[in-house]
Structures are given as C-alpha cells and as structure tokens.
DNA sequence: CTTTCGTTTACAATATAACGTACGAATTGT
DNA sequence: ACAATTCGTACGTTATATTGTAAACGAAAG
C-alpha cells in the first residue's frame, strides 16, 4: 500500500486544486505555512495529525475525507414508487428506500410516524447498528432500558442487536431517516 | 472542542490497555520507540501521521480508529453539537452526524439548502456512491453531464466518482440526509 | 521582449517529533 | 526480605516538521 502521507499529498492537491485555491489562499484558512502545504502536496513531509486537523478546519472538510476520498450511477427513487411498511394501524410508515446489499451492508428508509404512533422493533442481529436523523416532529427510542428523546435537527446512534421500540409523543407526524448497518 | 493529539492520546491508552500490552510491546510491534508511544499517550507530542499508521497497523486496528472519539454504544447527537461545514456563503450548510469509520465505510449528514444556495462536489474515489433523502423543499443535482430533480419524500443514489452539484431551486430551504459510501 | 503579477519552490532558522539510554517505582519470583 | 524483572517516565541527542523570507517560474498584459 502506498505510504499515507503520499495519500494525503494527493487528496490535498485535488481538494485545493477543486476549491481553486492557492497555497498561500489555505495557509492564510488554516493557520498553517505556504511552504508546509506545499512540502505536504508534494509529499516531502509527513505532517504531524495537529497540522492535518488545521487544514481540515480550514477547508471546511472531514479529517477523515484527506485520508480517504471516495464514485456514481444515479438512481431519483420517488416515494411512490417504493412499497410502504406499515405499523400500528398506518400510524408508522417505512419507505425502503435503498434495500441490503452484500457489499455494504447497510439499508436505508425514510419513516413517518404520527402522533400516537409506535413499532416495537425486533431484535436484530449481533453488530447491527442504526442511526436515525430527526427532520420533523419527535421521536422517543426505548432500547437499553432507557428512553431517548431525539428532536428535528438531531439524531441517534445505537446497537440494535436488542428489543427497541420507537414512539412519537408529539403532536405532528414525525419525519426521519433510519440507516441499519448489520455487522459483518 | 478537544485537540486532536488529546483524542489519539486517549485513544491509543484505552486500546492498549483493553489489549493488555505494554509500551513496550507495542513498540515492538508497530516499529514506533516506546518514548514516543508513551509520550502520545500522555498527549505531550503531535505524532505525525506516518507514526499514527505504523501504531494503527502494529495494533491491527483500522487508522481512523485512532482518531475519531470513541463511540459509546448509543448517542444522541445535537445539531449543536456538530461542526456545521458550510458553502455558497452558507447558503448549504452540512453538519457530519457519522463520520467515516473503516468498518462500515460510509458518513452521514444532514444538509440544508436555502433557495438558490449550491455546492459543486469534488470527484470521489471509484466505488463511492451517495444515497439522498429529501424531507423538505426541492433538490436539483447536476451529475453524468445531467439533472436530476429530487421531490420531498423521494431520494436519489448516484454513483459520486465525477465532479457533480446541488442547488436548491425552489422557495423554501431544502432539508436532506445524505449517506456517502465509500468502496472497498 | 519586458514588466508585472500570482504562484510555487528553495533555503535557512527554529521548534518539536522521535529515538536510545538511564532511572525510579512497582511487580514478581525466590 | 531481597533480588530480578517489568514498566513508565526523564533526559540528551538526532532527525525532521514548520515557519518566514527570498528566489524561481509561468502566464498575461503592454
């Protein structure tokens, strides 16, 4: 495998090179030397993780996304055109958007829930994890034996490898996003 | 928020001792002197990312795992508390709920878009792709030299390897999750 | 062709990462 | 109880990251 810094040389020109910016242009966005960058770019340098977290910041990026860099063929999937799950009466509606696939392991579904409504949840299997993003409404998760309460804007991580259930005790239809990851 | 090399710091501690190794086997096995693991777990130096390789590949654990925070079975995470990253004046503005882990090989965010507000992309690495929900407002991507529209409710997968773009044509801020897997 | 401008690279100085060895404290074995 | 061993930290030295300034380079304009 090629050497990491010669990695981030690469991701670093292409970003910049992207952002049409100069060397001096990200010195002055993110506190670190023009001849730094350039030495980095070059790959003539194995900068420490503190100037790699200052580039990022100042580029507006993911630290992660100048170790790795990410390619498409374009499905528009309409909501009509999905089958809907439903729960509780139709209180609780799952849109399947983007089902298991072997090589990534993960499905993802838009979710509707009015006031009211609730779905107790399987227990799936070891390593599965779900993250949900809350656009609309409120959402309360039991799992753990805990409750959480997750609000429009914020979102939650956990294992589902246990029973969980998912509510909304709010008085408008909840709108979310839910990713399941099974484990490998 | 907390420095990077404190992160690591912490990081590398825990993994160690959830090994049972010692500074010294451990730089026995990744390479790296055993002053200087104990000196990044201390957070009293910013190792370079070269020496973070050699200490995730020694461990046999995955590179990003050394920097990200560690991540407790479940979390809620406040739209506060993230960095937003914004663009087009912060007319789009991303906030990174899940970030890039070498397991599962994809993040999560959620984005806004005011009308008229637009982000050109750069080109990911072969083998990644984007999956969108949008909840609110109207999504116009530019990519494969065409447009695509996206409807509220509907979403849209595309392979994400060439240069591509979104604009909010509409009226009202557009509200969207998007999941960017990266290959294997 | 010359000048100007923006950009990148070269160079020297400084700061700090990284290493090897020594030391003190804690643990283990006799 | 004592010696040996293991472990983590301190210290001095070397290697390299990082900065600031100067020089080189290429493109555009006159």
């Known amino acids: 495998m090629e050497e990491i810094h ?8 292409t970003l910049r090179k992207s952002k049409k910016l100069s ?3 990200v ?11 350039g030495q980095i770019e070059r790959g003539e340098s194995s900068p420490t993780i503190t100037t790699i977290w200052k580039i990022a910041n100042g580029l507006k990026v993911s630290f992660t996304s100048l170790l790795n860099y990410p390619q498409p063929e374009t499905t528009v999937i309409s ?9 509780d009466n139709g209180k609780y ?5 983007f089902l298991f696939d072997e090589d990534k ?30 656009f609309e409404g409120e959402l309360t998760i039991d ?17 589902a490898d246990d029973l969980h ?20």
Not at 27 to 37: D, P, R
Not at 93 to 97: F, I, K, L, S, W
Not at 113 to 133: M, N, Q, R, V, Y
Not at 165 to 184: A, E
């Open 6 to 13: 010669l990695i981030v040389a690469k991701n670093l020109k």
């Open 23 to 25: 060397l001096e242009k």
């Open 27 to 37: 010195a002055e966005l993110s506190g670190v030397s023009k001849t730094m960058i």
């Open 79 to 87: 909501k009509a055109d999905v089958q809907m799950l439903d729960e």
């Open 93 to 97: 509606r799952a849109y399947p958007y």
């Open 105 to 134: 392991r993960f499905e993802v579904y838009s979710v509707e829930i009015d006031p009211g409504g609730k779905l107790e949840s399987t227990a799936h299997k070891d390593g599965t994890e779900e993250f949900i993003i809350v």
């Open 143 to 159: 799992t753990n034996n805990q409750h959480y309460k997750v609000k429009p804007g914020d979102c939650i991580k956990f294992k």
């Open 165 to 184: 259930s998912y509510y909304n005790t709010g008085k408008k239809t909840t709108h979310l996003s839910m990713i399941i990851y099974y484990g490998t």
